[in-house]
């Protein structure tokens, strides 16, 4: 649409003090503590899903911390999402045929569940919306943010969302509607791991400067409907080992939910190096452990997912603050990975930012730096909660998994009783798109048909996940440089995009197929569940994930 660029109608345009990209934990607590602090200021969320929770997807086991901070009262309201408690804390080391529990008092004791509790992370945001609605806080879901809107002098202005009714051609439909400007005195992007606007963000004010490499992790993940003799309300398993090899980072979690249902998940360190390997293919094989498939005997699965997660933590996050607006929730990448909890520091860093905001906005300022909240986060809350895991990650890759997690083990106990690590801080290395090896210097991974019962194909899963994009667009997934994929990353890599994508978006397809001659690369981007692993992992780092038209996706009910 270049050419006809400046053919199309201008963007209408409507001004707040406060713009939110993305209705997640961390942006609906940053709205709902704006307008806690000051009523009369503007606040728009905008979000890209079709509605609130769409496109949320995590385990979830929820540290109550940051929604007990926000919401006082939430224990006393009759909706709340968060009504199961953890009632028992399992942790196994998975082999091939068997496993051994590791005991509870051999784990760190930032690592217990008690007093947190299993919820959709979806439904908190559902409930949340419905919170900060009743504040007054603008919510328009079904618009994605495009486009970052920039003054004379580079700050940030707000944000556009994109065109709709755009064919696959690049050219207007007869249902073309143009994009609305968002525009605040400051802008709080919380699009989650990897967005398409915070990349853009941390590119141009180079916020990674100094920082070690982000990292991050693939997390595939269902919701069942057990057999009633096989549910445990508040039971929390983790697990790690099996069927990852030594060297390959991940581990999985299984959660029983109320009203029948638990959730199963999986997560895939995106620093692995085979590029045979299949994310979503581990997962569907981890269901078939001895100490795992008897849970789903007589079960139904119900839904699927997959997202990628930041795991870099302290010594990756980048500089939050730059002129006209800040980073918040796993845009800012505050995950605990031994936990495998974000949720919590997500609430507390929209609550952190908003509270900035609040007073650059009471002192009469507009679209310059938050400084404040990039100097308070690491001595707060946050920064107390992440520093003590900060060598967890780099001991598990440059270990392996049973070195690598015992000296974690290690490094979290003197943390927690000296308050200090003998490591020091370590680096992470190279970035995840760094760290596949050629196809010669690996055992190709070949995995089992699934059974349709336990184990499942990419596509059955899509169809379950309610993915769904108007088919006559542009395609969202971008390619710099369309002959890569078949003349770098096929026979340097097998092509590994077919692999590590969860959902069957990209396949190599052979005009002569007994032949295996004449390979194209096929993007089917109607398969996208929005993941960004293609992204992060892509050897070439020739795929950009942007936004499609406003409301495709995924459409998750509860996950």
Known sequence: MADAANELPPREAMDFDVVIVGAGPAGLAAAIRLKQLSPDA?????????EVGAHILSGAVIDPIGLDRLLPDRRDDPDRPLKTPVTE?????????????????????LMSNHGCFIASLGNVCRWLAT???????????????????????????????????????????????????????????????RGSLSKQLIAKFRLDRGREPQKYGIGLKELWRLDPSKHQPGLVQHSFGWPLGNSTGGGSFLYHLEDGQAVVGFVVHLNYTNPTLSPFDEFQ????????????????????????????????TPKLSF???????????????????????????????AECAAEALAAGRANDELTTYEESWRDGDIGRDLVKVRNVKP???????????????????????????????LKHGKPDCDTLKPLSQVKPIVYPRPDGKLT???????????????????????????????????????????????AGVY??????????????FVINAQNCVHCKTCDIKDPAQNITWTTPEGGGGPNYPNM
């Open 131 to 193: 919170r900060a609605e009743a504040l007054g806080v603008e919510i328009y879901p079904g618009f994605a943010a495009a486009e970052v809107l920039h003054g004379e002098r580079g700050q940030v202005l707000g944000i556009a969302t994109g065109d709709m009714g755009v064919g696959r051609d690049g050219k207007p439909k007869d249902s073309f509607t143009r994009g609305m400007e968002l525009r605040g005195k400051y802008t709080l992007f919380a699009e989650g791991a």
């Open 89 to 109: 804390d399992r942790f196994y080391l998975l082999g091939p045929s068997g496993g051994l529990r590791v005991p509870n008092f051999l784990m760190p004791p």
């Open 456 to 502: 499942f194909d990419k596509l059955s899963s899509v169809f379950i996940s309610n993915t769904n994009h108007e088919e006559d667009q542009p395609v969202h997934l971008k390619l710099a440089d369309p002959s890569i994929p078949v003349a770098r990353n096929l026979p340097d890599y097998g092509e590994p995009a077919r692999l590590y994508c969860p």
């Open 285 to 316: 094989r981890f269901k078939t452990h001895p100490m795992i498939a008897p849970t789903f005997e007589g079960a139904t699965r119900l839904s699927y997912g997959a997202r990628a997660l930041t795991e870099g933590g302290w010594q990756s």
């Open 507 to 520: 396949e190599i397809v052979y005009d002569d197929e007994a032949n295996r001659k004449d390979p194209r």
């Open 42 to 50: 503007t606040v728009v969320v905008v979000e890209k899903g079709s």
């Open 323 to 353: 002129p006209g607006g800040a980073l918040i929730g796993c845009a800012a990448g505050f995950i605990n990975l031994p936990r495998i909890k974000g949720s919590h520091n997500a609430v507390l860093s929209g609550m952190l930012a």
């Open 395 to 425: 001991l598990w890759s440059r270990f392996g998994l049973y070195i690598g997690v015992a000296l974690g083990g290690f490094d979290m106990w003197c943390n927690q009783l000296l308050g200090f690590s003998p490591f020091g801080t």
